[in-house]
């Protein structure tokens, strides 16, 4: 059964920094693509950064460009979203997603997950 694990959600401070974890359990073989979205209240799941494993191409929503990092860990079960200088519209349920995502160029990119983890929440506020 595949599992995903997402951990390091919480509140933080505007400007401030936060790690995000995911552990991926129950994958027979590597996956194609691994990535993080998030969903804020009252507001549709967005793609927020996505690695594609075939390719070794990083993605990332225009609006966390430069703030975030996604990077996978070296037993490759795990990958981490370091997310810094955080702005209150950061704030939502942090998801992290297993399927596949390419590139679209200038239009940014494309994902179709297939496993889900619960998601963590990050609040930003002061």
């Known amino acids: 059964q595949v599992q995903l694990v997402e951990s390091g959600g919480g509140l933080v401070q505007p400007g401030g920094s936060l790690r995000l974890s995911c552990v991926v359990s129950?994958?027979?073989?590597?996956?194609?693509?691994i990535g993080w979205f998030r969903q804020a209240p009252g507001k549709e799941r967005e793609g927020v950064s996505c690695?594609?494993?075939?390719?070794?191409?990083?993605y990332y929503a225009g609006n966390v460009k430069g703030r975030f990092t996604l990077s996978r860990g070296s037993a490759k079960n795990s990958v981490y979203l370091e997310m810094n200088s955080l702005k209150p519209e950061d704030t939502a349920v942090y998801y992290c997603?297993?399927?596949?995502?390419?590139?679209?160029?200038?239009?940014?990119?494309?994902?179709?997950?297939?496993?889900w983890g619960k998601g963590a929440l990050v609040t930003v506020s002061s």
């Open positions: 997603g297993i399927g596949a995502c390419y590139g679209l160029g200038a239009a940014g990119y494309s994902y179709a997950m297939n496993y």
């Open positions: 129950g994958f027979s073989s590597d996956y194609d693509a």
């Open positions: 690695l594609n494993t075939i390719d070794g191409d990083t």
